[in-house]
C-alpha cells in the first residue's frame, strides 16, 4: 500500500521512534494506538520471525491498518490499550519487546468532519474515539455550568472554563448544541477579543471534552502500569505525547519506576534493597526535526519518551 493511505499523515516522530524500540527481527512488539498504521507498518516491515500487535479502538483504524499491514507479520485487534494485557493473554503472547503508544487524536479523527473533532467543520457534536458510549454533545447537554467549567479547566487548561460554561448552559436552554460550530461559536462569544487572537478560542474546551469523552487521562494511567509490567525484561516503553497534561504523566510514572533506594535519609545503610526497575534510553525528550515540522505541522507539540525495563516494577 501507500506509504501515507489517504485521510492519514506520516506517523510523527517515526525514526526516533523506531531508533529508540531498538527492534529485533524475532522480538514481538506491540502498538498500542494503530491509527493510520503507520508506525505498525515500519515496525512490523523490519521483522522476520518476529510478531507485532498492533490496537486501537476505532474501527476505523483497524479497517485502515488491517489492509495497510496485510503481509506483514501482523495481528490487529480492535481495543482500548489499557485492555493490552488482556489481549496478550487472549493472543498466548507472555511478554513483549517493546511497546508503543501514541497519544492522543489521529489526523484521520481531525480531518474527518463527520467524526465532530474539529471546530474547522459543522458537524455533530461527537468526539467518540471508539464511535460508542457517550457523546461530547450528551456531555454539554446533560453536565451542570460548575461540572462543565472543571472539565474545561482540568483537561483543557482553558483559564476562561467559568464565562464559556455559563454561556453554554444559558444558552443550551433555548437551543440544543449539538454541532462543532454551534459550540464554537458559543465559546467564541464567551472570551474576550484579546484572547480571540491568541490562537482559535475554542481548541482547549475542545480538547478538553474530547479527553473527558474518551476517559483518555484514566486510560492512560491504567496504560502506563499495564505497559511495564506486559514487558519483559530489558524491553522498551516509547510513548508520544501532544500536550502538558500526558507528558506530565508520562514523565513522572517514568521516574518512579527509576526511583531505587526508599530508605530514610538519615539512615546509615539501606535496608529496602531497592533498585531501580527502568532506565531512560532518551536523556530528554525526543522532538519533530525541522524537516518534519516543515511537513507535518501537527508534529509541533510531539514528545517522545522512553524507558528499557530492568525488573518488574514495585507495586508495594
Known sequence: MADNPQGYHRPVLLDQTIEALNLRPDGVYLDGTAGGGGHSHAIASRLTTGRLISLDQDPDAIKEAGARLQGLPATVVQSNFMHMDKVLQELGVDGVDGILLDIGVS??????????FSYHHDAPLDMRMSQSGTTAADLVATLDEKQLADIFW???????????????????????????????????????AAARRDGHPARRVFQALRIAVNGELDC????????FDCLNVGGRLAIITFHSLEDSMVKNRFQEWRQGCICPRQSPVCVCGRTPAAQLVLKKPATATE???TENPRSRSAKLRCVEKLHDRYTD
Open 107 to 116: 489526523s484521520h479523527q481531525l480531518d474527518a468532519p463527520e467524526r465532530g
Open 154 to 192: 482540568r483537561y483543557g487548561e482553558e483559564k476562561f472554563s467559568r464565562p464559556i460554561a455559563r454561556t453554554i448552559v444559558r444558552e443550551r436552554d433555548k437551543t440544543p448544541i449539538e454541532t462543532t460550530l454551534q459550540l464554537a461559536d458559543l465559546i467564541c462569544r464567551s472570551v474576550p
Open 220 to 227: 492512560l494511567s491504567a496504560a502506563l502500569d499495564t505497559a
Open 291 to 293: 524537516q518534519e515540522l
